[in-house]
């Protein structure tokens, strides 16, 4: 499956974002979706995760109440819902997929998307 992540910005503490995660390529459905993040000398980090039908999430104690993860399969489209967000936000967000049941670890997901830079300014 390829995936394209998109909707990174400059944004402004407080402010919301909204990235989606694009998939092409194999059943979109079979698989479970990852965000994760990297900041600028940083390494990946967790960020949310969905598992195949929709039904479970995870989510990092950092951006946990404040982000939210979705996906929309008839449009082959996974969603990092971001609210209030803090200058720590700011990272290149990818997202990820793997078969069926989430994960916080990178290493359990064999496609990734390239990254969308999400800059929060105070």
């Known amino acids: 499956v390829q995936l394209q992540a998109s909707g990174g910005g400059l944004v402004q503490a407080g402010d919301s974002l909204r990235l989606s995660c694009a998939a092409s390529g194999r059943t979109f459905s079979s698989y479970a979706v990852g965000w994760f993040r990297q900041a600028p000398g940083g390494e990946r980090e967790f960020v949310a995760s969905i598992d195949w039908l929709g039904g479970t999430t995870i989510y990092a104690d950092s951006v946990r109440g404040r982000f939210t993860v979705s996906r929309y399969d008839a449009k082959n489209t996974a969603y990092l819902q971001m609210n209030s967000l803090k200058l720590e936000d700011t990272a290149v967000y990818y997202c990820?997929?793997?078969?069926?049941?989430?994960?916080?670890?990178?290493?359990?997901?064999?496609?990734w998307g390239q990254g969308t830079q999400v800059t929060v300014s105070s």
């Open positions: 990820a997929a793997r078969v069926r049941f989430p994960s916080n670890r990178p290493s359990e997901y064999s496609y």
